[in-house]
C-alpha cells in the first residue's frame, strides 16, 4: 500500500579496525605474530542525521481540541475519559482534577473550543492519510494535524481502533512526504532504532536508543516493541525507525513508577498496525474472529500433572452457550494448543491468532484432552465491536473512590450497586489497571478482587488496609472473581 518514495539512506558509519601484526587476510601468521593478543573490534557510535533529515518531513504533529460550554464542568472540570486514558498510559495514575472555574448560573454560554492535548503522528501517502495512537484522537471533537513545514490542516478522523492503539485521520492534501514501512520480522533485539514526535509539545523531537525486546506482552491486545527510547507524553503516534529509515512500530506507551520517562518505552508493532489500518481506511471500524471461550494460562505443575509436558497453550475454563467453541465440541478443561496449524505458545497468543481470522470462515482447532490431542473444526464468530467513547452530558454511575497501592500493583474503585447486581456478589472492589507482579501473576482490568489473604473486601478503603497489612517479601494469596469463574491468584513479591 505505501510505495518507496523517500529515497535511500544513508547507513550507520561503522569503524571496525582489526589489529593484526605481521599478516595478511587468509595468509597464516608467524609464530611470534601469533603471540601477539588481537584488539577486539572497535565500532563507533551511529550518526542519524541523514535519516533525520530524510524522514522527519513525513512526521507530523497533531493537536485535538473539544468544544465545551464556558463555565461548564468540561471548562475547568474533571477530565474526561479520553484524556485520562492517555494520563493512564503514559504516567500509569489517575490524573488529578483540574481547578473549577466559576460558573454564572441562569445565563446561557456559548460553546468554546480549547485543547485536549497533543501527540504525534506519520503520513502514510502522498494524498494524505495519516496514522497516529487511538487514545490521541478518539473523543476529540477538531484535530489539528501540523506539518514540520508549519503547513496546518483541520484532520478527519477515519477510524479508531481501541484494541490495539491504532488510529487513522485524513487530511486534505496532495504531493505529501511520506514513511516507507519497514519488515518487522527483520527486527532485531539490539539494533539501533530513532523515535521522532513531539514530547510534551516539542515538536520535532528526536531520541535514540535500541531494541530491548520484541514480543512483550504487557496484557494489550497485542505484544509490543520494548525500547530504552525516550518517551514522553507528546510522543504518542509518532513513529519508531530503524537504520534504514523504515517504520517499525508507533510509539504508544512508558512504564512508570515516577510520572515521567525511566528508560523503558512500547511500540505497536507497525505489521499489526498496518493491518489494522487497511481495515479503518475501507470501513472505518476493525472486524475480528471470537470462538466464545474463556482461557488462562498453563502451568507448570498442570502440564507435568496431565501429561501435556511442557506449560504451553491456553487453558479452557468456561465455554460460552452457543458459541462456535460449543459447537465444535470444546469442553471447559481443554488446552488449547494449535489454531490454525499455528502453536499457541501461551494463553495471549489465542484471542490474537483468532482476532485476525475474517468471522465466518471455517478453521482447525487442536485441543489436548485427557491425555490425547484432536483436531475440531470450529466457523469463527465477529467479535463485538467497540463502542467508541465520546463525551455526554450525562455519565453512568461512578465510583468516586480510587486507590493505587503499589505493594501490589493494583489500582482499584469500588462496585456500583449495579455492577454488584450485574456480576451477582454482595462484596469487592474492580481492579481498573494492574501491573508489575499483579501483571504478571494474570491479574487484568475488570476482575473484582474478593478477597487478600484472608480477609474479605468490601470497599477501597479495606483494600488499602488490607494490602498494606501484607508481608511484602512473601507471597500474597487473592480471590479473584473474572467472568462468572472464581480463582485464587498468587501474587509474588517484586525481585
Do not use: C
Not at 450525562?394 to 482499584?412: I, Y
Not at 473486601?457 to 479495606?462: A, H, Q, T
Amino acid at each position: 500500500m505505501v510505495n518507496l518514495k523517500i529515497k535511500k539512506l544513508a547507513l550507520a558509519t561503522w569503524v571496525a579496525p582489526l589489529i593484526v601484526s605481521g599478516t595478511m587476510a587468509g595468509l597464516a601468521a608467524p609464530a611470534q605474530a601469533q603471540q601477539t593478543p588481537v584488539a577486539a573490534s572497535v565500532r563507533g557510535l551511529p550518526d542519524f542525521t541523514d535519516l533525520v533529515e530524510q524522514v522527519g518531513p513525513a512526521v507530523v504533529n497533531i493537536r485535538t481540541m473539544e468544544r465545551v460550554r464556558a463555565g461548564s464542568d468540561g471548562a475547568g472540570g474533571p477530565m474526561d475519559e479520553e484524556m485520562q486514558e492517555f494520563f493512564r498510559r503514559f504516567f500509569g495514575i489517575p490524573m488529578p482534577n483540574a481547578p473549577r472555574q466559576p460558573q454564572r448560573p441562569n445565563r446561557p454560554q456559548p460553546e468554546q473550543e480549547q485543547p485536549r492535548g497533543v501527540g504525534s503522528g506519520f503520513i502514510l501517502s502522498g494524498d494524505g492519510f495519516v496514522m497516529t495512537n487511538a487514545h490521541v484522537v478518539d473523543g476529540a471533537d477538531e484535530v489539528i494535524v501540523t506539518l514540520p513545514d508549519k503547513r496546518e490542516f483541520k484532520a478527519k478522523i477515519v477510524g479508531v481502533d481501541k484494541r490495539t492503539d491504532v488510529a487513522v485521520v485524513k487530511i486534505e492534501a496532495t504531493g505529501l512526504p511520506f514513511v516507507k514501512i519497514g519488515d518487522i520480522n527483520r527486527l532485531r533485539v539490539g539494533e539501533w532504532v530513532v523515535a521522532i514526535g513531539s514530547p510534551f509539545g516539542l515538536e520535532n523531537s528526536v531520541t535514540a536508543g535500541i531494541v530491548s525486546a520484541k514480543q512483550r506482552d504487557t496484557g494489550d491486545y497485542l505484544p509490543l516493541i520494548q525500547t530504552d527510547v525516550a518517551v514522553n507524553p507528546g510522543n504518542s503516534g509518532g513513529p519508531l525507525l530503524n537504520m534504514r529509515g523504515e517504520v517499525v512500530g508507533i510509539n504508544s506507551q512508558i512504564y512508570s513508577r515516577s510520572g515521567g520517562y525511566m528508560g523503558i518505552s512500547f511500540a505497536i508493532p507497525i505489521d499489526e498496525a498496518m493491518r489494522v489500518s487497511e481495515q479503518l481506511r475501507v470501513s472505518g471500524r476493525v472486524t475480528r474472529g471470537r470462538i466464545g471461550v474463556q482461557i488462562d494460562q498453563v502451568t507448570k505443575d498442570v502440564a507435568e500433572s496431565i501429561g501435556l509436558g511442557k506449560p504451553q497453550g491456553a487453558l479452557v475454563r468456561s465455554v460460552e452457550a452457543g458459541s462456535p467453541a460449543e459447537k465444535a465440541g470444546v469442553e471447559a478443561g481443554d488446552i488449547i494448543t494449535r489454531f490454525e496449524g499455528k502453536p499457541i505458545e501461551k494463553a495471549s497468543d489465542l484471542p490474537r491468532q483468532v482476532g485476525n481470522v475474517k468471522p465466518g470462515s471455517r478453521s482447525t482447532i487442536t485441543v489436548f484432552r485427557r491425555g490425547a490431542s484432536r483436531d475440531l473444526s470450529i466457523t469463527v464468530a465477529e467479535l463485538e465491536p467497540e463502542k467508541t467513547a465520546r463525551r455526554t452530558p450525562e455519565r453512568a454511575e461512578t465510583p468516586k473512590s480510587t486507590a493505587s497501592v503499589q505493594a501490589l500493583g493494583l489500582t482499584v474503585t469500588a462496585l456500583t450497586d449495579a455492577q454488584r447486581k450485574e456480576l451477582k456478589v454482595k462484596r469487592g472492589v474492580r481492579v481498573e489497571s494492574a501491573a508489575d507482579s499483579a501483571a504478571r501473576a494474570g491479574l487484568r482490568e475488570g476482575d473484582v478482587i474478593l478477597s487478600v489473604g484472608n480477609t474479605e473486601i468490601d470497599s477501597v478503603k479495606e483494600f488499602e488496609a488490607a494490602a498494606a497489612k501484607t508481608d511484602r517479601t512473601k507471597p500474597v494469596t487473592v480471590l479473584v472473581l473474572r467472568g462468572d469463574l472464581v480463582q485464587y491468584v498468587i501474587v509474588r513479591p517484586n525481585r
